[in-house]
């Protein structure tokens, strides 16, 4: 039999407020739609130049339904494409969730919207404070790695969150994205070493077939 799929929205906008229901059932069954699967899990997004990454559709047999996204960093947007990464319309926000109509051409994909950035250190605190030798250009979530003194190229990695664009300090936490990291303590970071910065926006989803 069709699968029911139901909601309910609710959009609130300083004093303005929207609610919508809804309430339908997928396509019957034929012999070209016979299952009705859905694929819903959690990954991460990064930077990409071009098309992105598709998100894992599972055992979905068309790319036809809903998809519900939500971004789930506290710093930094997630950029969704509905065609395979040919344009990015939609950008959610940090902590914003989209519900979304898919079309039935082409999978979903999605990306973070900042390259990789090389950034030298001025100084770190025991508390996970660091600060760096110019500007970050956008408030984000980034993945984070010494280039230079030390060399940390293959790791370790952590995570470092700017709250505001154009700014030069961020908070340096464990890749748990909770636990602040010291870096003063041991000299694992002092102001001659080098970082890059990899943008990164994890989400939560659920994508359905019809």
Not at 82 to 103: P, Q, T
Not at 138 to 154: R, V, Y
Request: hydrophobic share 35%.
């Amino acid at each position: 039999m069709p699968t029911s799929i139901n909601g309910t929205l609710r959009l609130s906008y300083g004093n303005h407020i929207h609610n919508e229901n809804f309430d339908s059932t997928s396509d019957s069954y034929s012999a070209t739609n016979q299952t009705g699967q859905y694929s819903a899990g959690g990954a991460r997004a990064v930077y990409s130049s071009s098309t992105g990454v598709a998100i894992d559709s599972g055992t979905i047999d068309s790319h036809e339904g809903l998809l519900l996204i939500k971004n789930v960093n506290s710093f930094g947007s997630l950029m969704v494409s509905m065609d395979a990464g040919a344009n990015w319309d939609i950008k959610i926000r940090a902590g914003h969730a989209n519900l979304i109509s898919v079309g039935v051409d082409h999978p979903v994909h999605v990306k973070t919207e900042n390259a990789d950035v090389d950034i030298g250190v001025t100084s770190v605190s025991a508390t996970g404070a660091i600060v760096f030798d110019s500007n970050v250009s956008t408030a984000g979530t980034f993945l984070m790695n010494a280039k230079t003194n030390p060399d940390h190229t293959s790791g370790p990695f952590y995570i470092v969150t700017t709250s505001v664009a154009n700014t030069s300090n961020g908070i340096v936490y464990e890749l748990d994205g909770v636990t602040t990291k010291d870096l003063a303590t041991g000299s694992v970071y002092t102001s001659s070493t080098t970082v890059t910065l990899k943008e990164i926006a994890d989400y939560r989803f659920t994508l359905t077939e019809a």
